[in-house]
């Protein structure tokens, strides 16, 4: 039993006397030491569970960001093409025509990409119907 | 890039498609004709005349960058925090085993506490019952050897009182006889005098 | 040299510091080439002399490098997975390049490499092509899957896989676009608002105290950039995150 004591001491702040209450302190630090273990655990889990969970406020601000280049940059790319199939085919003006059209729906996709997550079969409809 | 196997497809279906709305039209070429007004200002962000130099130095820039990241400083930083983290859990873990020592020790402890106890409890019972079964025996003893020693008292009482009995009739025969001899100077025979004392005595 | 303080368009200008032409091309070192040798060696020196230490707990300095790179990391993790993390020193790299580009624009009188089309769309082509030959390396043809989605009618599918191409192509025009329209814009009118102090200050004591409104504009608008220029370098890095994703899981 000396042995413990002199353990407990080297541990903590040995600022204690080898008095007759040494027992009780001892526990009383024993349970200071499992209080404190356990907040760092949950913290750790919590970390975890954190950096397992995804998005953040600055997503936020950068998808909002985003839309509007997403969307002028689907219509510029749109016209691009239609007039270099415009020059290369002679088509003046139907390849600009209809390439802005696919252009415009193009925007329209990626804005709705941009504004959900995943791309899923549920979002074809809508961008089809905007396209047509 | 991708885009040559659509050009095709799309040629076939162009028909199909309704035809654009006119203010859509309208909206793209306004859209082509800002672009072009700037190329013709000579505007610097569009001036061809740097394209080479600035792609050229991007190229020299970025890919040093790259190399330096991927092979120098991103091993470093990472090496850091890895190390850091593994400090941290390792530290963590000592500190937890140190705490099931420590919960082990006391066990121990109070366990040995107890079979202390325990034992202690059990050596003063034995102590007490040695001790009472010692008193007990010691005590038999004395009672024995305290009725013997009556006994014999006793047996050596009878004797003496049955010689001193004995010596008691001679005595009387004697004092009888010398009574009779001095004092009524009549000569008895010992078997009268015997016989007197026996029925004096009763 | 003379020039115009107040001419909005001149700090754009790029100008020649090292002639070098070979053959008909002027690879010229010029002062943008010379801004993102210092955005590089800046960014290097500053990663590498703040790990110097190697603290295990950490400087102050060695914090902004380690908050910077776990940041980076989360980023990526959050949008690609584990599996991209093979991509984070390009990612880091991309995004490092261009938050400190555009906050080098921010010092007066330095070039703003990052408000040249030509920068930002090699960049955005850059990240282009390591989706596109990474997604193709991985996975072959099955990578094309991204321009079909399911579940549509055969007869609309020639349509919508056009759409989904352009789409596609129009993504290192958004990306670099909106880099470049950002910088040139906020700069364009830090610039303009800068000018009308000093053309105002010109009209004598009314001048002076009209002025002070575009002043306070001007430290309005300073902060602003600062927000813009972190942002954008993140939206460029997020975007990218996000379409590393597409070349890693293309066709979900």
Request: proline residues 4%.
């Amino acid at each position: 039993m000396p042995q413990e004591r002199d353990g407990t001491g080297d541990e903590a702040v040995s600022s204690v006397p080898a008095a007759p209450e040494d027992p009780v302190l001892w526990d009383k630090r024993r349970e200071e030491l499992q209080r404190r273990l356990a907040i760092h655990r949950e913290r750790n889990a919590a970390e975890e569970q954190r950096e397992r969970k995804t998005g953040g406020t600055g997503q936020g601000i950068a998808e909002g960001l985003k839309l509007a280049s997403e969307f002028a940059a689907g219509i510029i790319v749109g016209a691009a093409i239609g007039y270099f199939v415009d020059k290369l085919a002679g088509t003046t003006p139907f390849g600009l025509i209809f390439f802005l059209m696919i252009g415009f729906a193009a925007g329209i996709r990626n804005i709705l990409r941009s504004v959900s997550p995943t791309t899923t079969s549920g979002q074809i409809r809508p961008k089809d119907d905007a396209g047509s | 890039m991708f885009v040559t196997p659509a050009f095709a497809q799309e040629e076939g279906h162009s028909e199909t498609v309704d035809l654009p709305p006119a203010s859509d039209a309208a909206a793209a070429h306004g859209e082509t004709i800002h672009v072009e007004g700037e190329h013709e200002s000579g505007f610097p962000p569009f001036n061809s005349e740097y394209y080479p130099s600035q792609l050229l130095w991007l190229a020299i820039t970025f890919g040093v960058f790259y190399w330096l990241l991927k092979n120098v400083l991103m091993p470093r930083i990472g090496g850091i925090l890895e190390n850091r983290r593994d400090r941290i859990a390792l530290d963590l873990e000592a500190a937890e085993r140190m705490k099931s020592d420590a919960d082990e020790a006391h066990a121990a402890y109070e366990q040995e506490l107890t079979e202390a106890r325990n034992r202690a409890h059990s050596i003063g019972n034995e102590a007490r019952e040695s001790a009472r079964a010692d008193a007990e025996k010691e005590r038999k003893r004395l009672d024995a050897d305290l009725d013997s020693k009556l006994d014999d008292a006793q047996a050596r009482i009878a004797e003496v009182k049955s010689s001193a009995m004995g010596e008691v009739d001679q005595i009387a025969r004697d004092v009888t006889d010398a009574i009779l001899r001095e004092v009524a100077q009549i000569e008895a025979s010992q078997d009268e005098i015997s016989g007197a004392v026996g029925r004096a005595r009763g | 040299m003379e020039y115009d303080p107040t001419d909005p368009i001149h700090q754009f200008q790029i100008s020649s510091i090292v002639p070098i032409k070979i053959g008909s091309w002027d690879f010229s070192f010029t002062n943008s080439a010379l801004f993102m040798v210092l955005t590089v060696a800046v960014t290097a020196a500053f990663l590498y002399y703040t790990t110097r230490g190697r603290g295990l707990v950490p400087s102050r300095a060695q914090s902004v490098t380690e908050l910077t790179y776990e940041f980076t990391a989360n980023m990526l993790r959050d949008a690609a997975g584990t599996a991209g993390m093979r991509f984070f020193p390009f990612v880091f790299a991309i995004f490092l390049f261009v938050l400190v580009a555009n906050l080098f624009g921010m010092i007066p009188f330095f070039f703003t490499v990052t408000s040249h089309l030509i920068v930002t769309f090699a960049l955005a082509m850059l990240v282009m092509t390591v989706v596109v030959v990474y997604g193709l390396m991985k996975h072959g043809l099955h990578f094309f899957h991204l321009f079909v989605p399911s579940g549509v009618p055969g007869i609309l599918m020639p349509l919508v896989v056009l759409i989904e191409v352009v789409s596609f192509l129009s993504r290192p025009v958004s990306l670099s676009v909106r880099l470049f329209a950002n910088m040139l814009a906020g700069h364009i009118t830090l610039k303009v608002f800068a000018g009308f102090i000093v053309s105002l200050s010109a009209f004598g004591f009314v001048g002076v105290i009209g002025s002070i409104l575009p002043l306070l504009m001007v430290i309005a608008l300073t902060a602003l950039e600062f927000l813009v220029a972190a942002l954008q370098a993140y939206v460029f890095a997020v975007l990218t995150c996000m379409y590393l994703n597409d070349a890693l899981h293309p066709g979900h």
